[in-house]
């Protein structure tokens, strides 16, 4: 059974930083595509972030490429999401999926996390 438990949100302030954990069990994440996705208020659920283990590649959204990297540790069967320069706009319910395409669109992913919420005050 595929568990994926998301930790590290919170509130912070504007030009803070958060690191978000996702931690798998049930997968081996070098078998796998790991993304992040996030639900402001109100809206879609959008791509942020996904790495892969084919030489560690990682591509994540022009909207956050500049502040935000994602990385994973192979050893701890965990991805992280560190956010930096934090914007109220980023305030949103963060997930961590698990998926076998390269893919930027939540659909194709097959396992999430429960989330967890990132509130960014002005």
């Known amino acids: 059974q595929v568990q994926l438990i998301e930790s590290g949100g919170g509130l912070v302030q504007t030009g803070g930083s958060l690191r978000l954990s996702c931690a798998a069990s049930?997968?081996?994440?070098?078998?796998?595509?790991m993304g992040w996705f996030r639900q402001p208020p109100g809206k879609e659920r959008e791509f942020v972030a996904r790495i892969t283990a084919s030489g560690g590649r990682a591509y994540i959204s022009d909207s956050v490429k500049a502040r935000f990297t994602i990385s994973s540790d192979y050893a701890k069967n965990t991805v992280y999401l560190q956010m930096n320069s934090l914007l109220p706009e980023d305030t949103a319910v963060y997930y961590c999926?698990?998926?076998?395409?390269?893919?930027?669109?939540?659909?194709?992913?097959?396992?999430w996390g429960q989330g967890t919420q990132v509130t960014v005050s002005s």
């Open positions: 049930g997968l081996i994440l070098r078998s796998s595509v």
């Open positions: 999926a698990a998926g076998r395409l390269l893919s930027n669109t939540p659909n194709l992913y097959d396992y």
